[in-house]
């Protein structure tokens, strides 16, 4: 069946410049995760939807970050006014659980690349 | 803070020989620990879980250790295989409200050389 897909799979973005990265979860999958991971590094959590609602953005690095999940399916990460430091893979993940770190599964990631 | 950490950072192994990755955690309200196999321009996919319950968890290939008084567990991987080649990561989830997320270790890259 059909995983997480995540589109672009690349951009490149000019400094200042606003990004919106999709995520395609698996469908039905109640839980939706976004992370960013560095080069070199393992992922970070950035927020937590449980269908339309987002119950946990501790981990968005500022508020030129913003995510959304509007009919609890796709979710857009938004990211304005680029900086360098923004540069990583970021990835979503699904999860059939309300629990969804007991069984997530990843999309291929969005590789953002700050110039 | 880094709450999970892993090592080593890098790990080349001869084929047919065993590799060991080894995490240690610090908040002891974590109460899974899976382990996380990435291929380049892939996403994690899960290789192995354990609940602190157990000391000990093998499928196939693939062993968790787990010492809960030491707060380590570590990845064992038998008769390791070139295509074993991969970026390893320990993680840590405890229940909260953000859907228990997962605290990742900073990777381990492994090659297995034929």
């Known amino acids: 069946g059909a995983g997480v897909s995540q589109s672009p799979r690349y951009k490149v973005a000019k400094r200042g410049q606003d990004v919106a990265l999709r995520c395609d979860p698996i469908?039905?999958?109640?839980?939706l995760f976004w992370y960013q991971q560095a080069l070199g590094q393992g992922p970070e959590f950035l927020t937590y939807?449980?269908?339309?609602?987002?119950?946990?953005k501790s981990g968005l690095p500022s508020d030129r970050f913003f995510a959304e999940r509007p009919e609890g399916s796709v979710s857009t990460l938004k990211i304005q006014r680029t900086q360098q430091e923004d540069s990583a893979v970021y990835l979503c993940?699904?999860?059939?659980?309300?629990?969804?770190?007991?069984?997530?599964?990843f999309g291929p990631g969005t590789r953002l690349t700050v110039t | 803070q880094q709450q999970v950490k892993q090592s080593p950072q890098s790990l080349i192994v001869q084929k047919g020989g065993i590799s060991i990755i080894n995490c240690a955690y610090e908040?002891?309200?974590?109460?899974?620990f899976p382990w996380y196999q990435q291929f380049p321009g892939k996403g994690p996919a899960l290789l192995i879980a354990?609940?602190?319950?157990?000391s000990e968890k093998k499928e196939g290939r693939f062993t968790i250790s787990f010492n809960k008084s030491a707060k380590q567990f570590s990845l064992h991987i038998m008769d390791s295989q070139p295509g074993d080649s991969a970026t390893y990561f320990c993680?840590?989830?405890?229940?909260?409200?953000?859907?228990?997320?997962?605290?990742f270790g900073g990777g381990t890259r492994l090659m297995v050389k034929p």
């Open positions: 993940a699904s999860s059939p659980l309300v629990a969804g770190g007991y069984e997530q599964y």
């Open positions: 469908s039905g999958h109640v839980s």
């Open positions: 939807f449980q269908n339309e609602a987002q119950l946990d």
């Open positions: 908040n002891t309200a974590f109460d899974y």
């Open positions: 354990i609940r602190p319950d157990v």
């Open positions: 993680a840590a989830s405890m229940q909260d409200n953000a859907g228990n997320m997962l605290t």
